[in-house]
């Protein structure tokens, strides 16, 4: 099961909105075939490892898969009919599927049928690789994390200056991989003004299509001439006052529309849902710091990672988190740290949310 697990890993960022799946056929301690999801639209993990093998081959075999096998159709066929067709009467399953579609129907079908079903082996260890999807399934609204880079002096950016280099080349590639990993990259409007970035991914292959870029510019403040407009080698969503002249204005660039015309900040969990019902399991927040800010005051996030470099930025830097306000210490989000990883004279920190991580 951990080298179906790696296999899985392998769909990360090809599959969503489909689960990454991973599948290993062994027989005798001896592995015979394996396979992952492909994009969406192509064949699942059991699928393609089956069709490495005859079925004379899948004799006395045991078929593990991280994920209980689709009994539907959606996107293509039923996974099911396959296995039970092959030949193979051991299959062990890492957890069951979320979906309400599937959710147990999938074992259910395999027992029925009268082959052997082991469930829950690594159940914890895979359901954290499938959190954002799992989240997305159970709530319907994208798994959301926060991206921080920063100085050793907790400074994102440096009083009066254009956007600098703040951490080296492999924690920014590693950061970029955290953008292909992701299906939507959120700014706010003050980001765009002042760095007038692309948001696409680069450093690392993109693997799968590019993210979507998402943009909050409700006072309708960003130039039409933006690169965050410019959709040749990526998609944006901008989220508009709701006027008809802007909207039709972006439109006719290819960028998409969402709007919101009520008073006061967009509220976090309408993004989260629309993004979801968009087919985004996991939304990077890129910034700035009254977005990031925002959606610390609504705890609307279920992790933070930090990237942070050797660079000090002193007097006048911005904090990530100076837009947020506390009216004591009770209501400051609690974080669990669970990864640290250097990469040079970098580190890198996740934390989880706690009240909100493994819902």
């Not at 709701?242 to 006061?264: A, C, H, I, M, Y």
Request: hydrophobic share 35%; proline share 5%.
């Amino acid at each position: 099961m951990e080298k179906a697990l790696e296999c899985a890993q392998k769909a990360r960022c090809i599959a969503p909105p489909t689960p990454w799946a991973g599948c290993v056929i062994a027989k005798d301690r001896t592995i015979l075939s394996s396979g992952w999801t492909e994009p969406p639209g192509g064949e699942h993990a059991e699928l393609v490892a089956l069709k490495k093998l005859s079925n004379k081959n899948l004799q006395g075999a045991t078929l593990y898969l991280t994920l209980e096998p689709c009994c539907h159709r959606g996107r293509t066929p039923p996974c099911i009919d396959a296995i039970i067709s092959s030949g193979i009467k051991r299959v062990v399953i890492g957890t069951t599927d979320p979906d309400p579609n599937i959710r147990g129907k999938g074992v259910e079908l395999l027992q029925n049928a009268g082959l052997e079903v082991e469930l829950g082996l690594l159940e914890e260890k895979i359901e954290k690789n499938l959190r954002s999807y799992f989240h997305h399934k159970r709530h319907g609204s994208s798994y959301t994390v926060i991206k921080v880079v920063q100085s050793i002096d907790g400074c994102v950016k440096a009083e009066n200056s254009a956007a600098l280099s703040i951490i080296g080349t492999e924690a920014g590639k590693d950061s970029h991989y955290l953008r292909n990993q992701s299906q939507a990259l959120l700014i706010g409007a003050k980001r765009v003004l002042h760095d007038n970035p692309h948001l696409t991914v680069r450093h690392v292959p993109l693997e799968g299509s590019p993210p979507l870029r998402v943009v909050l510019d409700h006072h309708d403040t960003i130039p039409l001439n933006a690169n965050i407009f410019k959709t040749e080698n990526a998609s944006t969503l901008c989220i508009t006052s709701g006027r008809k002249e802007r909207n039709e204005l972006l439109l006719s660039q290819g960028v998409d529309t969402l709007s919101w015309n009520k008073p006061g900040p967009i509220s976090c969990s309408f993004i989260q849902k629309e993004l979801a019902k968009r087919g985004v399991l996991q939304l990077l927040i890129e910034g700035g710091i009254i977005t990031i800010s925002h959606f610390l005051q609504e705890k609307a996030f279920h992790e933070l990672v930090i990237y942070t470099g050797p660079k000090i930025l002193g007097k006048g830097g911005k904090r990530f988190s100076e837009g947020l306000s506390l009216s004591s210490f009770a209501e400051s989000p609690f974080l669990n740290l669970v990864d640290t990883q250097q990469f040079g004279d970098s580190i890198r920190l996740t934390y989880h949310h706690v009240a909100l991580a493994l819902k």
